[in-house]
């Protein structure tokens, strides 16, 4: 059965680089998270939708940080003007419905900023 | 969301031991989520047990949850080299939607 799968698997950006990281999550699900891990860390909350919607984007570390979902299906979360303190595996994770169910996780993106 | 905070941070030990953990939360729950985090297979679901649960069996795993001192664990028995990963608990408050919030997390060593 198909899981979330994440897109690309690496990327290595040189510094100011703009970067576009897919998502796509297990069919059906209405909702759909992704997460900021550095190395050593836990997973940081970024931005959260509900279908097409983008119901929270507290975590979003600036506003070079930017994500989307247009069908409510696949999502991309761009950075532009990259620097080295966005280098971190970027987790993405969708569930049935988000109401404190439990979340399926992608294999991840490693960005690496030099 | 709040962030439970996982101990010991670190636990080494050799297969066929069992390994606890524990994780602390501070404000009143809906559920709480054990996840676990390998290299092989990245960040997987172990569990959830609800508020008025009070114990919950999944294979050779066992989580407790003492909602009186906002504490749970996580208990794995007879251990195995694969189980070797870092352990993540995330308690889910009351709300529309759950965001995860992770501490740094137990990272367990078995040991062959």
């Known amino acids: 059965g198909a899981g979330v799968s994440q897109s690309p698997r690496y990327k290595v950006a040189k510094r100011g680089q703009d970067v576009a990281l897919r998502c796509d999550p297990i069919?059906?699900?209405?909702?759909l998270f992704w997460y900021q891990q550095a190395l050593g860390q836990g997973p940081e909350f970024l931005t959260y939708?509900?279908?097409?919607?983008?119901?929270?984007k507290s975590g979003l570390p600036s506003d070079r940080f930017f994500a989307e979902r247009p069908e409510g299906s696949v999502s991309t979360l761009k950075i532009q003007r990259t620097q080295q303190e966005d280098s971190a595996v970027y987790l993405c994770?969708?569930?049935?419905?988000?109401?404190?169910?439990?979340?399926?996780f992608g294999p991840g993106t490693r960005l690496t900023v030099l | 969301s709040q962030q439970g905070e996982e101990d010991p941070q670190a636990l080494s030990i050799q297969e066929g031991e069992n390994a606890t953990m524990n994780c602390s939360y501070k404000t009143s729950i809906n559920n709480l989520q054990w996840y676990r985090q390998n290299s092989g297979r990245g960040l997987v679901h172990l569990i959830l047990?609800?508020?008025?649960?009070r114990e919950k069996h999944s294979g050779r795993l066992r989580v407790t949850l003492d909602t009186s001192k906002k504490s749970s664990s996580l208990l794995i028995t007879a251990s195995r080299a694969a189980d070797t990963a870092s352990y993540f608990c995330?308690?889910?408050?009351?709300?529309?939607?759950?965001?995860?919030?992770f501490g740094k997390g137990t990272m367990l060593l078995v040991s062959p």
């Open positions: 939708f509900q279908n097409e919607a983008q119901l929270d």
């Open positions: 994770a969708s569930s049935l419905d988000g109401r404190a169910s439990e979340q399926f």
């Open positions: 995330a308690p889910i408050e009351d709300s529309g939607y759950s965001t995860l919030t």
């Open positions: 047990i609800r508020s008025n649960e």
């Open positions: 069919s059906g699900h209405v909702s």
